[in-house]
């Protein structure tokens, strides 16, 4: 990276956190309101305050920084003519949200040719803030976050995303010593909650960019690494995010061993 993109950086993490504040207070003010929703994927569910909260960090982000391309879960790809690219989870974990749940996030990443360098996820409803800055660790709050480095024991926290849940659970619980799986019903907040330490690992077969983005750097700077399920890196992307913007992924997150650990079971899976 060059330097004047190393001082481009502070002021896009400043953006995107004031921005997701922002829309951070948005969620927050609609919650257990009566709100609009439908189907768009599958089962997945959209609601009008996923698309008020992507068009008010769009607009922030949009103001401040017109040359970056966005990448958006509700309103897709928007080109730009930069070397910069944000990704938007505007609301991640509708189905908690719609269900009066309050285990939700918003999520925004920065990538710098194709790498992010960013990431910022707000849980809303207790107004916590991770963000991570490539090279410059991971937070929440300001305070420093770390990994947990062990192999997988007996107590270890395992999310599992729902679909593999359903299909693989039987064998993981062959294969690995813990029983104790969970299914937060947010990816970003799982990922955030892997970089500090109070999961131990994310396996997940379906997410977007937009998903893990943000968490994977979260991860990473506290300590860990991100895998594909064949064992290769996540980032840098090969493509703009715009090229990919349908593409789901395979992953798993966590603490070295662990990471290491599962990717050798979920080799023994057919999957």
């Avoid at 593999?164 to 690995?176: M, N, V």
């Amino acid at each position: 990276m060059t330097p004047e993109a190393h001082a481009q950086i502070d002021e896009r993490l400043r953006v995107a956190r004031e921005a997701a504040v922002e829309a951070g207070r948005l969620l927050a003010g609609f919650f257990r309101q009566p709100v609009k929703s439908q189907f768009k994927r599958g089962d997945s569910m959209v609601s009008e305050v996923d698309h008020a909260a992507e068009d008010l960090l769009r607009a922030r982000i949009g103001a401040a920084f017109p040359g970056d391309s966005i990448l958006g879960e509700e309103a897709g790809y928007q080109a730009g003519d930069s070397s910069w690219s944000w990704t938007l989870d505007p609301l991640d974990g509708t189905q908690n949200f719609l269900a009066g749940i309050p285990l939700f996030a918003v999520a925004v990443a920065v990538l710098y040719r194709h790498e992010p360098v960013v990431g910022v996820i707000l849980d809303p409803m207790r107004g916590e803030l991770f963000a991570a800055v490539r090279g410059r660790g991971a937070r929440r709050d300001g305070a420093p976050l770390k990994v947990n480095s062990g192999a997988i024991g007996r107590t270890s926290l395992v999310a599992v995303r729902h679909r593999f849940l359903r299909q693989e659970a039987d064998r993981l619980y062959e294969l690995l010593p813990t029983r104790k799986f969970r299914s937060l019903g947010s990816m970003c907040l799982e990922l955030a909650y892997v970089a500090s330490g109070a999961l131990d690992l994310v396996v997940a077969d379906r997410p977007y960019l937009w998903d893990i983005a943000p968490g994977a750097l979260l991860v990473e700077e506290a300590g860990g690494i991100v895998r594909n399920f064949d064992g290769g890196q996540v980032f840098p992307l090969a493509e703009n995010p715009g090229a990919i913007s349908d593409r789901r992924y395979r992953i798993a997150a966590g603490g070295p061993a662990a990471v290491e650990e599962i990717l050798g079971h979920l080799r023994a899976i057919p999957l």
